[in-house]
């Protein structure tokens, strides 16, 4: 299911490769958009992160503004997802905060593009796709401003 709903399904392999794209530091607090995301969780442990969450995109207290340093969206399969995502955790992301989205590949150049106009309409500098693996879903990485353009935008 998708992280708009109550469970999202995460391989071992794609937590793997989610963690690795997100340059996680020890003391960032990570933000896992999606309700139940276990192996993620068990990927960002192995990592060394002491502070994660999983929030659901529809429902539930939101998180606090400004506090992450990174949101993980396992399972974005639509552009209302990738909306719900942007509106509700962009947000809790530190200024110079990243995102981290799988989502299935775009069928086409048109819907790449319109990926990235969304997420850079939603305050962030640079979106880069990295594919997951054989099999797995595509990764796009996208950071905020630094603290510095961000004071003077």
Same mark, same amino acid.
């Given at each position: 299911? +998708?992280?708009?709903?109550? *469970?999202?399904?995460? +391989?071992?392999?794609?937590?793997?490769?989610?963690?690795? $794209?997100?340059?996680?530091?020890?003391?960032?607090?990570?933000?896992?958009?999606? $309700?139940?995301?276990?192996? /993620?969780?068990?990927? /960002?442990?192995? !990592?060394?992160?002491?502070?994660?969450?999983?929030? +659901?995109?529809?429902? #539930?207290? !939101?998180?606090?503004?400004?506090?992450? #340093?990174?949101?993980? $969206? &396992?399972?974005?399969?639509?552009?209302?997802?990738?909306?719900?995502? /942007?509106?509700?955790?962009?947000?809790?992301?530190?200024?110079?905060?990243?995102?981290?989205? $799988?989502?299935?590949? &775009? #069928?086409?150049?048109?819907?790449?593009?319109? /990926?990235? !106009?969304?997420?850079?309409?939603?305050?962030?500098?640079?979106?880069?796709?990295?594919?997951?693996?054989?099999?797995?879903?595509?990764?796009?990485?996208?950071? *905020?401003?630094?603290? %510095?353009?961000? *004071? %003077?935008?």
């Amino acid at each position: 299911m +998708s992280t708009a709903g109550q *469970k999202c399904s995460v +391989s071992p392999s794609l937590a793997r490769a989610l963690v690795g $794209a997100a340059r996680i530091a020890p003391d960032d607090k990570v933000v896992v958009a999606g $309700a139940s995301a276990l192996e /993620l969780l068990v990927a /960002l442990l192995r !990592h060394g992160v002491a502070d994660a969450d999983c929030r +659901s995109a529809e429902e #539930g207290p !939101h998180p606090p503004t400004g506090a992450a #340093g990174v949101v993980i $969206a &396992p399972s974005v399969d639509s552009e209302s997802e990738l909306c719900r995502v /942007l509106r509700r955790f962009v947000p809790s992301l530190r200024p110079d905060g990243t995102l981290v989205i $799988a989502g299935a590949a &775009p #069928g086409n150049g048109r819907a790449a593009r319109r /990926l990235r !106009h969304l997420v850079i309409g939603a305050g962030f500098v640079s979106v880069e796709c990295i594919p997951a693996g054989a099999g797995e879903r595509l990764i796009w990485v996208a950071h *905020k401003k630094p603290l %510095a353009l961000a *004071k %003077a935008a």
